[in-house]
C-alpha cells in the first residue's frame, strides 16, 4: 500500500502568463562519454557521463537526449543527500 500524505500549500496560484518558459537544455562542451545504466526493476534505467569540459550528467536510457547537468561537485551532493535518505519521501 503507498505511503499518501496530505500537503497544504500557501503558495498562491500562478496565472500561465507569468510563467516563464523553460530554459533550454545545456549543450556539451563535446561528446559525453556515459557509462554503463543502473537498471531496477521493471528496465527504469539511468546512467551517468561526462564530457571533456567536466560537467556530469545524469540521464535516462528511455530519453537519450535528456539529461540533467552540472558540476561533477553538484552532482555528487545530490547523490550523497539521496543515499542519506533526502529523497525517501518520494518512495
Do not use: Q
Not at 43 to 51: E, K, P
Amino acid at each position: 500500500m503507498p505511503h499518501t500524505m496530505n500537503v497544504t500549500s500557501s503558495v498562491p496560484p500562478v496565472s500561465p502568463a507569468s510563467v516563464a518558459a523553460p530554459a533550454s537544455p545545456v549543450t556539451p562542451a563535446a561528446e559525453i562519454t556515459w557509462g554503463d545504466a543502473f537498471c531496477s526493476e521493471g528496465a527504469n534505467c539511468f546512467r551517468f557521463g561526462l564530457d571533456d569540459a567536466g560537467r556530469a550528467y545524469i540521464g535516462s536510457t528511455l530519453t537519450p537526449g535528456e539529461y540533467v547537468s552540472d558540476s561533477v561537485e553538484a552532482l555528487r551532493a545530490l547523490i550523497s543527500a539521496v543515499k542519506s535518505g533526502a529523497a525517501d519521501h518520494l518512495l
